[in-house]
Each structure stands twice: as C-alpha cells, then as structure tokens.
Antibody
Framework: VQLVQSGAEVKKPGESLKISCQVS????????IGWVRQMPGKGLEWLGI????????RYSPSFQGQVTISADKSINTAYLQWSSLKASDTAMYYC???????????WGQGSQVTVSS | DIQMTQSPSSVAASVGDRVTITCRAS??????LAWYQQKPGKAPKLLIY???TLQSGVPSRFSGSGSGTDFTLTISSLQPEDFATYFC????????FGGGTKVEIK
C-alpha cells in the first residue's frame, strides 16, 4: 500500500490550488481517504474525507466551504483543492487511508503548501 | 463539541523508562480511539487502534488501554527510536485529534 502526494507548492494569497494523493496496492474504491492538516509546529486537524467508490464526501465543520475534496477512480487519485488561498492555509497536508476501525493506517508523505505574498 | 485532551504536553524520559500518556475525551467514545507516533518531518504512524489493538508491525513495548472517556498509551521500556510526538484520535466518522505529547530525552 502506498499513498504518494504531489510536491511542495508556493502560492500567493487569492490563488487556487489542487494537490493530489495517488494510491496503489489496494482497491482505491473500497476505502475512505481523509485529509489532515498540520500547521507549522502544531497538531493534527482533520479536514474531510471521501469514499472514492461513490464520491460520498464529509467535511469537518471547521473546513466546510474552505476546501473541496474529490477523487478520480480512473487514476486512483484523491484531491484537495482551494479556490482562494489565504496565508493561514500555510501548512503540511497529509492524505491517509481510513480503516473499518476508523483509524488511519497508511499515510502519504505530505504536501507542503506555502501561501505568501 | 467533543474535545480530546492529552496529558502531559511533554515528558522528558530516559532510555529504558516506562512512559505513560493520557488522553481524555469530553464525552464517552467507547473504545473508538487510536494512537499515532510522529517524528519530525514525517507522516504520523498508526500504533494502536480500537483503544488497545496493536497495529501490525508495531513493537510490543507499546500498549493501549481504556474505554469511555479515559485512555492511556504506555511505552514499557523507552527506546532511542521512540523519542517523538504522540497523538490520540477519536476514531469516528468525524475524527478529532488530541493536542499531542512530545517525548523528549532527559
């Protein structure tokens, strides 16, 4: 099982961004994939989760409307996107596979997003 | 809103020490709790799920216990590779992480 995320991004406030998480080694459609934020020197925050099988998506109330999560089954890839970035979006973002025990057993390596004018 | 509170926020220990980290949920969550280890610059690693089930490949010096609102992660004999930050997580359709406990070298 591998989750491979897209590389580091440096963007300006107001710009859009879509980062990716490509999985291999298991059936992409059959496991929920979550996204987790870690701001510099801080803890872990859950943004939302998607079930690629039917694209059922749930968001943390804290991030509803701030980000969009999607998936493309044809290329085993999940996405996290922003329409208008803010400096406060600067963080490391991880994707992770969720098990039936509701824990995250496999994680991507992380995508660093830096938003600065 | 439910809160997950970890204590202590940091602990200094020596190799061979027994280390215990506590996680308290503000509402009962049965055994729906997971523990993760994170080293600097790395993704979190799942250690324990369902409060006490060791993830495959995780050394047996790690153990978890508790149910309801109070949970503990114990490292029975601290090894050099165990110096890291540990997070608990409410294992739920809306997950919530604790603030983390940094295990440092004494």
């Amino acid at each position: 099982v591998q989750l491979v995320q897209s590389g580091a991004e440096v963007k300006k406030p107001g710009e859009s961004l879509k980062i990716s998480c490509q999985v291999s080694g298991y059936s992409f459609s059959n496991y929920w994939i979550g996204w987790v934020r870690q701001m510099p020197g801080k803890g872990l925050e859950w943004l939302g989760i998607i079930y690629p099988g039917d694209s059922d998506t749930r968001y943390s109330p804290s991030f509803q409307g701030q980000v969009t999560i999607s998936a493309d089954k044809s290329i085993n890839t999940a996405y996290l996107q922003w329409s208008s970035l803010k400096a406060s979006d600067t963080a490391m973002y991880y994707c992770a596979r969720r098990t039936t025990a509701m824990a995250f057993d496999y994680w991507g390596q992380g995508s660093q997003v830096t938003v600065s004018s | 809103d439910i809160q997950m509170t970890q204590s202590p926020s940091s602990v200094a220990a020596s190799v061979g020490d027994r280390v215990t980290i506590t996680c308290r949920a503000s509402q009962a969550i049965s055994s729906w709790l997971a523990w993760y280890q994170q080293k600097p610059g790395k993704a979190p690693k799942l250690l324990i799920y369902a409060a006490s089930t060791l993830q495959s490949g995780v050394p047996s010096r790690f153990s978890g216990s508790g149910s309801g609102t109070d949970f503990t992660l114990t490292i029975s004999s601290l090894q050099p590779e165990d110096f890291a930050t540990y997070f608990c997580q409410r294992a739920h359709s809306f997950p919530l992480f604790g603030g983390g406990t940094k295990v440092e070298i004494k």
